[in-house]
């Protein structure tokens, strides 16, 4: 029996490339994001390899959207095994003015904007991933996407460290709540990935990519996907409640993300 994964923010960089690695395990997926463009590109790649793919637009901002959205999923492929809430972003998540600022003079709408689709969105996917998975009775893998920002604080991003710190709070407290019913839950912390537009031959870029990690390598949206194919196979049976970071040691570092 193939597995079935409800991916949030699937039409995204972390995204896509985390819902082709779980196609890519035989799991079919849901790809769910706020950007119908997106989500078919998603979909089309999936295709393109022989997997299995549905795609759903939704709001993880909006409770009702989550339900419905989880519950066509059931209805579509029979079941839900995996949630993964992948959709989130800092300031510019509120739009193309919405700017990174000290908190004492960050706007209203920001802040609501970026604890709605990293924490809220978290809340609502879980919930509603939940309800299945125990009325399934089989288990299931949750996985929220943190940040290491959640763990160590970020200047003129107190919004957004906060709804990631929340995440890791949510992880913990759902793991305990849901542990009875084999459904483990876990987070992913990343650090520093370096997108495909990223211009590593200058000298900005190559420190960058190269130079805010200890290994000296450029974090790529496979090596975070990696991590999520590991935390929702059956080699994570025994974990839970954990949040796991993968930024090649940069938060090691004395100044933290500096
Ligand atoms: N890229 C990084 O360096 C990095 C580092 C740490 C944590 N993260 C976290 O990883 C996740 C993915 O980041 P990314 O770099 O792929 O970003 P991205 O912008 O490429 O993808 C985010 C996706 O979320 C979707 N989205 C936004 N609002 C939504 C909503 N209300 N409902 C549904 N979907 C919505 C967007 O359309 C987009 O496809 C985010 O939670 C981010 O905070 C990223």
């Known amino acids: 029996m193939n597995k079935v994964a409800f991916i ?10 985390t819902a082709v690695t779980l196609a890519k395990q035989g799991i079919q997926v849901a790809v769910c994001d706020i950007n119908a463009e997106t989500v078919s590109e998603t ?28 519950e066509e999923i059931v209805q579509d492929f029979g079941r839900m095994d995996i949630m993964v809430h992948i959709a989130g972003g800092s300031a510019r998540i509120a739009g193309k003015n919405a700017q990174y600022a000290p908190l004492v003079e960050q706007e209203d709408y920001i802040i609501d904007r970026v604890l709605k689709v990293n924490l809220y969105g978290a809340f609502y996917a879980s919930r509603a991933a939940a309800r299945i998975m125990i009325k399934q009775g089989e288990g299931g893998k949750i996985i929220n996407f943190s940040s290491t920002v959640g763990l160590n604080g970020l200047a003129y991003s107190v919004d957004y460290a906060a709804s990631k710190g929340g995440v890791i709070s949510l992880t913990k407290a759902l793991a305990k709540e849901l542990g009875p019913y084999k459904i483990n839950v876990n987070s992913v912390a990343p650090g520093v990935v370096c997108r495909p537009e990223v211009d590593t031959t200058t000298e900005q870029g190559k420190h960058y990519a190269y130079e805010t990690n200890f ?20 080699k994570s049976d025994f974990i839970t409640g954990q949040t796991y970071v993968c930024d090649g040691g940069r938060s090691l570092s004395m100044k933290g993300t500096d």
């Open 215 to 234: 290994l000296g390598e450029k974090c790529t949206a496979q090596d975070v996907a990696n991590l999520v194919e590991f935390l929702v196979s059956d």
């Open 8 to 17: 949030t923010g699937a039409g995204g960089y972390l995204g896509s490339a």
């Open 43 to 70: 979909v089309k790649q999936i295709d393109k390899i022989g997997g299995v793919a549905k795609g759903y637009v939704l709001d993880v901002t909006e409770s009702k959207d989550v339900d419905r959205v989880a």
